[in-house]
């Protein structure tokens, strides 16, 4: 954008953020929040479009297995610059261009190609700059790391995305949202606060600085303990807590100061009432825990109480009442080194 104002100093730029491509619908307010900042930098207006996600899953329809850059992104191409084109006439223009053009996963000739023939049906000029040779790229890079943006890892899109998850041979976490709608560490969620503390930052002039660190992340897929044979009963097993072989049958053997001893895998069960004496909650029934889970740092804090180490991967369970019956655990979570951004006052 700063190179079109450059190259176009008699035009006026009006953005105008059209993704219903992007996916989650968390990640796609990042996104467009960082559009926002860049355009307040800037002096550029910002229109936002239609976030139609399941108008454009009907148009790729058929196309989900298709590589970057194959017939699906052109398909996504079509469907945008068709409302883009059409919003520019609106507003009385004709000429556009993307932001695209500058990204090294896309390419430039499918983009010219599919704005040439939008020119021909709707005379909205394609100007298809290339601002990616004579090193480009390396000065987006070095622009995207001076100005603190949001560098995202990929296109936007759910089936991109899948395919370079299971290249990377990574957990596609993106998607995982706990019903309880704790925001979970390096999570889009957790992403999207920052951003947003950021924003009021820089509204009030405060310094800060935008850094990486790596970590043990964990999600939790399934978890329920069912006594005798088939009767499950309520249950919150906390953050970090790891079955090896995802199952262990067994019985409470004994009590001490509040925690409650299984006789497999290490694991401790504790009571809700304890539970809420410690954490300073009143939560009524485990379900009530369950859907309103208190924050990531807090049940941390919690489990630390319990095992006073900041390595423990015990399975820490907690129930309304202790039971005397035979107990079937059943959990499947994963523990993984990851990166995440956190924010540093100077």
């Known amino acids: 954008m700063e190179k079109l104002q450059h190259d176009y100093p008699d035009e006026k730029l009006t ?18 929040l960082d559009v926002q900042r860049s355009c307040k930098k800037l002096g550029i207006d910002l ?13 790729v329809k058929g196309l989900e297995k298709e590589p970057e850059k194959g017939a699906r992104c052109e398909v996504c191409f079509d469907k945008r610059f068709d409302v883009s084109a059409h919003k520019a006439l609106e507003l009385g223009e004709k000429k556009m261009t ?3 053009l500058v990204s090294p996963l896309k390419s430039q000739e499918q983009l010219k190609r599919v704005g040439d023939a939008f020119y021909k049906n709707h005379g909205v ?81 405060i310094s800060y600085k935008i850094i990486k660190q790596k970590f043990l992340n964990y999600r939790q897929f399934n978890f329920t303990v069912t006594e005798g044979k088939n009767r499950n009963i309520p249950a919150y097993a906390l953050s970090y807590s790891m079955l090896p072989r995802k199952k262990a049958q067994g019985r409470i053997e004994f009590k001490d100061k509040n925690i409650h001893y299984f006789n497999k895998e290490e694991i401790k069960f504790v009571t809700l009432a304890y539970f809420n004496a ?13 859907f309103n889970a208190p924050s990531f740092e807090e049940e941390l804090k919690f489990r630390n109480t319990l095992t006073c180490t900041n390595y423990d991967l015990t399975p820490i369970i907690v129930v309304e009442k202790i039971s005397d019956e035979k107990l079937t655990i059943t959990l499947d979570a994963k523990t993984y080194e990851d990166t995440k951004e956190k924010l540093i006052l100077l």
């Open 98 to 100: 993307t932001t695209l």
């Open 278 to 290: 410690t954490c300073k909650t009143n939560y009524k029934e485990i379900k009530e825990l369950i």
């Open 15 to 32: 953005g105008f953020f059209y993704d219903p491509n992007i996916h989650p619908y968390s990640e796609y307010q990042l996104r467009h």
């Open 125 to 205: 000029e394609f100007i298809a700059v290339d601002y990616r040779s004579g090193g480009g790229t390396q000065d987006q890079s070095r622009v995207t790391k001076e100005e603190q943006l949001y560098r995202q890892d990929y296109c936007g899109c759910i089936f991109g995305l899948t395919m370079q998850r299971e290249q990377q041979d990574r957990l596609m976490d993106e998607m995982f949202s706990p019903i309880s709608n704790q925001v979970l560490p390096a999570s889009i969620e957790e992403r999207l606060e920052m951003y947003k503390y950021r924003m009021e930052l820089e509204e009030d002039n």
């Open 47 to 59: 229109l936002e479009g239609e976030y139609d996600f399941e108008a454009w899953m009907q148009a």
